[in-house]
């Protein structure tokens, strides 16, 4: 048997190395980033003013906010905005009128004892009252109406719709003390 030489001892050993490292030399590496941003999808509804003021109505009318029979003849035309940055569905709902007495919603033209009618018309083209009833069971009805994502100010009008609301009053009732109606404007991913 032959002895090894140093030569053939370091040889090895250099192969027995490279072997262990995977069986091939190191190679050179490179790396580079990605910069990446990301922008919420925010819907915000805002209302102004927010407030309609009926005032006295008697029993079995009706009063609406367009043709200015509220609030010392003034027309009450709330705005509804999206201040988000997506488009949005606007719809509408309606709670019962609180008081002493509790009215219940239903249709307008069921209105009766203890019982009330609330309606809506979004963008109102013209002087007259055209309205759709809110749903008796306080669900939010679709307006079909899509707000676009907007701060308020849109030139185009399409981040915002006119809303006008109109009362049919009951036919009678125990209660003849102020009631409080809840309207909600909501605004749904379009």
């Known amino acids: 048997m032959g ?20 069986g091939s030399p190191a190679l050179a590496q490179s790396e580079d980033t990605i910069s990446a941003t990301v922008t919420p999808g925010l819907i915000a509804a805002r209302v ?17 906010t367009v043709v200015g029979d509220v609030k010392g003849g003034a027309a009450e035309t709330q705005t509804v905005f999206n201040d988000g940055t997506i488009s949005a569905n606007l719809l509408l709902g309606s709670g019962d009128a609180t008081g ?8 307008c033209a069921s209105a009766g004892s203890e019982t009330f009618g609330h309606q ?7 002087a007259t009252f055209n309205p759709t009833d809110f749903p008796a069971d306080n669900s939010n009805a679709d307006t ?19 809303l006008d609301l109109g009362v049919c009053m009951p036919a009678s009732t125990a209660d003849s003390s102020e009631h409080s109606i809840t309207v909600t404007a909501l605004l749904t991913e379009a």
Not at 120 to 126: G, H, I, K, L, Q
């Open 48 to 64: 102004e003013d927010g407030s309609v003021a009926y005032s006295t109505v008697n029993l079995g009318d009706k009063k609406n």
């Open 3 to 22: 002895t090894l030489f140093r030569p053939q001892v370091i040889l090895i050993a250099v192969i027995a190395a490279v072997a262990a490292l995977g």
């Open 100 to 107: 002493t007495v509790t009215w219940e919603l239903i249709a």
């Open 144 to 162: 079909g109406l899509d707000l676009t994502a907007g701060d308020g100010n849109d030139a185009s009008g399409t981040d915002q719709a006119d």
């Open 120 to 126: 809506y018309e979004v963008n109102n083209a013209d």
